[in-house]
T-cell receptor
């Protein structure tokens, strides 16, 4: 148990559906992330939020829409996805420390949401 | 640009033997280096990190890693492998001193410990 909870664990959706992935952490961390994990590829960083502000959007298609209403919750809204978007979506959080707010610590990951797009 | 390479897709080791999982990195400035492990159907778990200080870093489950600045490597090691060590291992890096930098992961190395 890492303190980061993701729901749902599994999701099957059609290309015209709208769904959302949810991530919740109660570790007191101020940075949250979405990563995409596909087989035999490096983890792809999708979005970063520091203190609820989006600081990274790694050229992600607009059919993925993140939302961070507070430091403990992060959503990934999904709309008109493609079959190649099928993957494991991992949420992570980390503390921000230091005077300049550097990300000096490790990431705490949730168990992931396995998405299948038909 | 920073990057990390794990040259082996899979490593097979007999139980009880020492294991090494390789990682090399490229980063401007001083690196922060990490190892994570992923068991089936689970998220990634932090194993250990190098920020500064001793080149040999000890972490969870008896793992350790050696930072080698001249070879830009951070190989993961364990003196005696267990079957339960079988999992997917990820090396990660970020550059220190840069607020906008992010943690970059390798593609992972699957470790099989043979009974």
């Amino acid at each position: 148990e890492t303190g980061v909870t993701q729901t749902p664990r599994h999701l099957v959706m059609g290309m015209t559906n709208k769904k959302s992935l949810k991530c919740e952490q109660h570790l007191g961390h101020n940075a949250m992330y979405w990563y995409k994990q596909s087989a035999k590829k490096p983890l792809e960083l999708m979005f970063v939020y520091n203190f609820k502000e989006q600081t990274e959007n790694n050229s992600v298609p607009s059919r993925f829409s993140p939302e961070c209403p507070n430091s403990s919750h992060l959503f990934l809204h999904l709309h008109t996805l493609q079959p190649e978007d099928s993957a494991l979506y991992l949420c992570a959080s980390s503390p921000i420390t230091g005077l300049a707010g550097y990300l000096t610590g490790e990431l705490f990951f949730g168990e992931g949401s396995r998405l299948t797009v038909l | 640009a920073q990057s990390v390479a794990q040259p082996e897709d899979q490593v097979n080791v007999a139980e009880g033997n020492p294991l090494t999982v390789k990682c090399t990195y490229s980063v401007s400035g001083n690196p922060y280096l990490f190892w994570y492990v992923q068991y089936p159907n689970r998220g990634l778990q932090f194993l250990l990190k190098y920020i500064t200080g001793d080149n040999l870093v000890k972490g969870s489950y008896g793992f350790e890693a050696e930072f080698n600045k001249s070879q830009t490597s951070f190989h993961l090691k364990k003196p005696s492998a267990l079957v339960s060590d079988s999992a997917l291992y990820f090396c990660a890096v970020r550059a220190s001193g840069n607020r906008d930098d992010k943690i970059i992961f390798g593609k992972g190395t699957r470790l099989h410990i043979l009974p």
